[in-house]
Every structure is written in C-alpha cells, then in structure tokens.
Antibody, heavy 123, light 107 residues
Framework: EVQLLESGGGLVQPGGSLRLSCAAS????????MNWVRQAPGKGLEWVSA????????YYVDSVRGRFIISRDNSKNTLYLQVNSLRAEDTAVYYC????????????????WGQGTLVTVSS | DIQMTQSPSSLSASVGDRVTITCRAS??????LAWFQQRPGKAPKSLIY???SLESGVPSKFSGSGSGTDFTLTITSLQPEDFATYYC?????????FGQGTKLEIK
C-alpha cells in the first residue's frame, strides 16, 4: 500500500523558512518522480514543484522558483521541500504526490497523495 | 500557462442521479488529463488519468472522455460519498495546471 506522510509545516513569519518532508513507503521510491502541490485555504489546487526519480531533474512553478528547493534522499525514501523567503500568499496545505509516470520520469500528475501539511505565513 | 476551465463551478444533484462535469483546455493537450475527487478536509484522490483510464480500485461509475481541448467526467448513480469537489488537471504543458474545481452538492 502506497503511503505518503508529510511533516514540517507550521506558523512562520514573512521572510522565514521551513523544510517540509514527505516520508514514502509501499513502492520503489527511486522509480518515481515526486511532486509538491499546494492548496490555499478555501481555494483550488496549484502544482508547485517536482523532482525526477534520480533527483537529477527538478521543476518549479514560476512563483516559487528561486525561493523553494525540492530534493530527495533515496536512501531514506524521503522527499523534501525547502521553502524560503515566505510570503503571505504561500499560506497553504502542501501535499506531496507520487508521480504517475513510469521509470522515474516526470509527468506532473500524482496518482497517490499524502494528507498534507499546513504552512501559515503571518506576522 | 495552459488554462483549464471547468463547468459548472457548482452542481446540485440527488442520490441516484447521473452528472457530467466538463473541462476545457486553452490549447490542445492530447489526452494528458486527470480527474481528482476531494472530500472536505481530505487529500485529493486520483480517479481518471489519460482522459479515460480508470485508476485501480476506482468504481466504474466514474468515467472520463475527451481529447484535445474538451473533456468530460461522468458519474452515474450518485451516492452520498460522491458529493465532493472535483478537479481536472492537464499534464501536457508546463507547468501542470488544474481547473478551478466543481463542487457537487446534494439537492
């Protein structure tokens, strides 16, 4: 059974940083790209970032490029998102999602999702 | 970015009804379209990928169709657990983008 468990969210001041984690189990982690998708309170879904199975390729939406860093530790089956220079508009639940594409390539669409971790940016 | 427009934004239906939700892309995306269901306070769940392929374990009451720019999600024999918000997502262009959602409510 695929399981994804996010952690690391919390309340942070504008300009601050957090590191989000996503612990994966139930599948061969290195064989799949991984995605982060966020949802602001009461709003729709926004794809944020992705990383290939090897970690060699990374992808970002324009609004976070240069502020967020996606990475993975395949020895620990864990995905990360370092979120820096946070703004009020980054307030959202952040979901990690296993990519549906095979062989570690990226599609940007997730077939399994974690329960999410809430990031609140406020002074 | 490719814009995804869902209609309607909200929909009222009764248990046992059949409903259809549409999703239109601002440019052609082949069949690179997925549909998700999100219940309140829960994570999205993938229902359909490649426009018409049913995810493993998803009941056949859900079906998808379309290609290019116009897509539909049809749900038959609505049950209480089907009342949720549904999103389409294109993954042909970069960045991947979602529709604004369709909230399906009980009449």
């Amino acid at each position: 059974e695929v399981q994804l468990l996010e952690s690391g969210g919390g309340l942070v001041q504008p300009g601050g940083s957090l590191r989000l984690s996503c612990a994966a189990s139930g599948f061969t982690f290195t064989s799949y790209a991984m995605n982060w998708v966020r949802q602001a309170p009461g709003k729709g879904l926004e794809w944020v970032s992705a990383i290939s199975g090897s970690g060699g390729s990374t992808y970002y939406v324009d609004s976070v490029r240069g502020r967020f860093i996606i990475s993975r530790d395949n020895s620990k089956n864990t995905l990360y998102l370092q979120v820096n220079s946070l703004r009020a508009e980054d307030t959202a639940v952040y979901y990690c999602a296993k990519d549906r594409a095979k062989r570690g390539t990226y599609s940007g669409s997730g077939d399994y999702w974690g329960q999410g971790t809430l990031v609140t940016v406020s002074s | 970015d490719i814009q995804m427009t869902q209609s309607p934004s909200s929909l009222s239906a009764s248990v046992g009804d059949r409903v259809t939700i549409t999703c239109r892309a601002s440019q052609g995306i082949s069949n690179s379209l997925a549909w998700f269901q999100q219940r309140p306070g829960k994570a999205p769940k993938s229902l359909i990928y490649a426009a018409s392929s049913l995810e493993s374990g998803v009941p056949s009451k859900f079906s998808g169709s379309g290609s290019g720019t116009d897509f539909t999600l049809t749900i038959t024999s609505l049950q209480p657990e089907d009342f949720a918000t549904y999103y389409c997502q294109q993954y042909n262009g970069f960045p991947p983008t979602f529709g604004q959602g369709t909230k399906l409510e009980i009449k």
